[in-house]
T-cell receptor, first 112, second 112 residues
Framework: EADIYQTPRYLVIGTGKKITLECSQTMGHDKMYWYQQDPGMELHLIHYSYGVNSTEKGDLSSESTVSRIRTEHFPLTLESARPSHTSQYLC???????????FGQGTRLTVV | AQTVTQSQPEMSVQEAETVTLSCTYDTSESDYYLFWYKQPPSRQMILVIR??????QNATENRFSVNFQKAAKSFSLKISDSQLGDAAMYFCAYIYGNKLVFGAGTILRVKS
């Protein structure tokens, strides 16, 4: 069973609020990822990290930011939430040489 | 462009019967990994099966098997003896640039 955790599972928040989505893994994986899953269910990579102090933009442009201060922790922050940020956010991790990725349960964000 | 195409947005299968989900992909790499992931209504993505492109033998995991046609760049998933618990969204994916690239997904409904 994958040991990767996301909190909160569900979040409803007002426009303009700052939010941080948490993601932690206990597998010692170097690589971590954030995917955005839109209402049509497609997954788009928005951020990834190769390790501590490494962050990269993904294939889909996002107003969110990430940080990687500890290996096990990869939080995603939105400074000012907007209704267009409403989506499902999935965190994943893998070893540095990607042969399999493990996913968290996701955070469903609704901005009203 | 490196893409994954799942041409069936939705499929239905009767319990205990067999269903095949289609996937085609486009890559210029000669060696790569292909995956089928399952996302049940609880939302956590789970790896169903993995295929290494240099292996000619099709991967199998219990009731799940793949038909990997490297020249045709086709990677279909066969689910035998379908169960109610198989109902989920299924994503085909492969690794490109050390990142997972996903198809749009196929919703599988299982009828009792």
């Amino acid at each position: 069973e994958a040991d990767i955790y996301q909190t909160p599972r569900y979040l409803v928040i007002g426009t303009g609020k700052k939010i941080t989505l948490e993601c932690s893994q206990t597998m010692g994986h170097d690589k971590m990822y954030w995917y955005q899953q839109d209402p049509g269910m497609e997954l788009h990579l928005i951020h990834y990290s190769y390790g501590v102090n490494s962050t990269e933009k993904g294939d889909l442009s996002s107003e969110s930011t990430v940080s990687r201060i500890r290996t096990e922790h990869f939080p995603l922050t939105l400074e000012s939430a907007r209704p267009s940020h409403t989506s499902q956010y999935l965190c994943a991790s893998s070893e540095l040489t990607l042969t399999e990725a493990f996913f968290g349960q996701g955070t469903r964000l609704t901005v009203v | 462009a490196q893409t994954v195409t799942q041409s069936q947005p939705e499929m239905s299968v009767q319990e205990a019967e067999t269903v095949t989900l289609s996937c085609t992909y486009d890559t210029s790499e000669s060696d790569y990994y292909l995956f089928w992931y399952k996302q049940p209504p609880s939302r956590q993505m789970i790896l169903v099966i993995r295929q290494e492109a240099y292996k000619q033998q099709n991967a199998t995991e219990n009731r799940f098997s793949v038909n990997f046609q490297k020249a045709a760049k086709s990677f279909s998933l066969k689910i035998s003896d379908s169960q109610l618990g198989d109902a989920a969204m299924y994503f085909c994916a492969y690794i490109y640039g050390n990142k997972l690239v996903f198809g749009a997904g196929t919703i599988l409904r299982v009828k009792s």
